[in-house]
C-alpha cells in the first residue's frame, strides 16, 4: 500500500505569509494527488487536483505542484479564513490514502 | 446544487452493528463513483470503501475489509455502508463524498456531506 507524509505536520503563520506545505508518497504516484482543506466541524474541501489544478472556486492564492513522489500546496499569501488542517490524497490506486494533516495557525 | 445528508449515525455496543445512509441530490447519482471516509475524534482522514457507478467496482480500506460493506440505490439516489463487529477504534465521523474521475486526473472528491457520529462505547 502507498503511504503518505506531511511535513511539517503544524505550523504558525502570519496574514500575508508565504505557506508551503510538503506531501511526500512512499512510491511513485504520477500526478495523482489531490489536496484538502479542513476548518474544525466542518467537511473537507477539495482544493486541488491532480496535483496542480485548481478546483473550481477556490482562490488563485492556493497552487500545488509536483509529481511522482513529491508534491506541495502553497498559500502564496495567508489569509485569515485560510487557518486549518490542510491534507494530501493520492489516488494512483483505488486505496486512497490520506496524508496525516498539517494544521495552520495563527502566529 | 449537488447535496450529501448521511444519516444512521449513533452510540452502539462493541460487536454490534449499524447502517449509515448517504442521501445524493443536484447531480446524476448514477454516474458517479461514492466513497466512504472517517474521522476519529481529533485524528486525521481516513479513507474508507469506494463503490463504482453501477456497483461493479468496490475497495475497502484494511483496517475495515471484512467488516464494512457498501452499497448503492441509484433509484433511490443513495449509497450505504453496513457495519458490522463494531470496535471502539470505529468511532468517528463518517463522510460520504462523490468522486470525480479523468483519465489525466484519476479520482477526486469533489462534494462532501456534513457527516455522521458514530459512536462505540459500551
Known amino acids: 500500500d502507498i503511504q503518505m507524509t506531511q511535513s511539517p505536520s503544524s505550523l504558525s503563520a502570519s496574514v500575508g505569509d508565504r505557506v508551503t506545505i510538503t506531501c511526500r508518497a512512499s512510491?511513485?504516484?504520477?500526478?495523482?494527488l489531490n489536496w484538502y482543506q479542513q476548518k474544525p466541524g466542518t467537511a473537507p474541501k477539495l482544493l486541488i487536483y491532480?496535483?496542480?489544478s485548481l478546483q473550481s472556486g477556490v482562490p488563485s492564492r492556493f497552487s500545488g505542484s509536483g509529481s511522482g513522489t513529491d508534491f506541495t500546496l502553497t498559500i502564496s499569501s495567508l489569509q485569515p479564513e485560510d487557518f486549518a488542517t490542510y491534507y494530501c490524497?493520492?489516488?494512483?490506486?483505488?486505496?486512497?490514502?490520506f496524508g496525516p494533516g498539517t494544521k495552520v495557525d495563527i502566529k | 446544487q449537488v447535496r450529501l445528508v448521511e444519516s444512521g449515525g449513533g452510540l452502539v455496543k462493541p460487536g454490534g452493528s449499524l447502517r449509515l445512509s448517504c442521501e445524493a441530490s443536484?447531480?446524476?447519482?448514477?454516474?458517479?463513483?461514492m466513497s466512504w471516509v472517517r474521522q476519529a475524534p481529533g485524528k486525521g482522514l481516513e479513507w474508507v470503501s469506494y463503490?463504482?457507478?453501477?456497483?461493479?467496482?468496490?475497495n475497502y480500506a484494511d483496517s475495515v475489509k471484512g467488516r464494512f460493506t457498501i452499497s448503492r440505490d441509484n433509484a433511490k439516489n443513495s449509497l450505504y455502508l453496513q457495519i458490522h463487529s463494531l470496535r471502539a477504534e470505529d468511532t468517528a465521523v463518517y463522510y460520504c463524498?462523490?468522486?470525480?474521475?479523468?483519465?489525466?486526473?484519476?479520482?477526486?472528491?469533489?462534494?462532501w456531506g456534513q457527516g455522521t457520529l458514530v459512536t462505540v462505547s459500551s
Open positions: 512510491q511513485s504516484i504520477s500526478s495523482y
Open positions: 463524498a462523490r468522486a470525480v474521475f479523468g483519465v489525466t486526473t484519476s479520482y477526486y472528491f469533489d462534494y
Open positions: 443536484g447531480f446524476t447519482f448514477s454516474e458517479h463513483y
Open positions: 491532480a496535483a496542480s
Open positions: 463503490i463504482s457507478s453501477s456497483s461493479r467496482y468496490i
Open positions: 490524497q493520492h489516488s494512483y490506486s483505488t486505496l486512497f490514502t
